[in-house]
T-cell receptor
Framework: EPEVTQTPSHQVTQMGQEVILRCVPISNHLYFYWYRQILGQKVEFLVS????????KSEIFDDQFSVERPDGSNFTLKIRSTKLEDSAMYFC?????????FGSGTQLSVL | RKEVEQDPGPFNVPEGATVAFNCTYS??????FFWYRQDCRKEPKLLMS???SGNEDGRFTAQLNRASQYISLLIRDSKLSDSATYLCVVNKGDYKLSFGAGTTVTVRA
């Protein structure tokens, strides 16, 4: 069964450092998303991406965040200068319609 | 009012019991609805879609009440493996999905 894959599964970084989280969506899907979940809290929408551009972003997705689809398969989330409060599980998702398929997540810890 | 509200629980039930919980949504233009299941520290996984008045899949039944703007999920004959957090997700249109905070269900032996 096709699945969304995310790497790395865990990322530890120092405050102020840049991180890139990587995702390979399901190959025939057209919509890509990043969500995050702070420990004990709800899943929060960050950004959606369609047709090589951002289609929607939340208030969380400020200038420190960017997304890219550098080739035909990868979808990345970059955080330019990480803050302590960026520590969370980051989920990538893709869809062909409105049903989301999530990757297993990257646990980001900012120290 | 939050876009999607759920009773956080926890709902603590014995094996074999029936458990039901609701989700309310604020946007009356919402078009479709989903229940996702999330195990601790894992990714959400689609459990059921709800497009019209309801949907049934084995022991799981989802119902939609558009007039009162809520969706319910009922689990019959609950199993230990049903212990999880159930996320209500609402499609506001144009693939814009809103997540509820989740309802925690614990099934005990």
């Amino acid at each position: 069964e096709p699945e969304v894959t995310q790497t790395p599964s865990h990322q530890v970084t120092q405050m102020g450092q840049e991180v890139i989280l990587r995702c390979v969506p399901i190959s025939n899907h057209l919509y890509f998303y990043w969500y995050r979940q702070i420990l004990g809290q709800k899943v929060e929408f960050l950004v959606s991406f369609y047709n090589n551009e951002i289609s929607e972003k939340s208030e969380i997705f400020d200038d420190q965040f960017s997304v890219e689809r550098p080739d035909g398969s990868n979808f990345t989330l970059k955080i330019r200068s990480t803050k302590l409060e960026d520590s969370a599980m980051y989920f990538c998702a893709s869809s062909a319609n409105e049903k989301l398929f999530f990757g297993s997540g990257t646990q980001l810890s900012v120290l | 009012r939050k876009e999607v509200e759920q009773d956080p629980g926890p709902f603590n039930v014995p094996e074999g019991a029936t458990v039901a919980f609701n989700c309310t949504y604020s946007n009356s233009a919402s078009q479709s609805f989903f229940w996702y299941r999330q195990d601790c520290r894992k990714e959400p996984k689609l459990l059921m879609s709800v497009y019209s008045s309801g949907n049934e899949d084995g022991r799981f039944t989802a119902q939609l009440n558009r007039a009162s703007q809520y969706i319910s999920l009922l689990i019959r004959d609950s199993k230990l493996s049903d212990s999880a957090t159930y996320l209500c997700v609402v499609n506001k249109g144009d693939y814009k999905l809103s997540f509820g905070a989740g309802t925690t269900v614990t099934v005990r032996a």
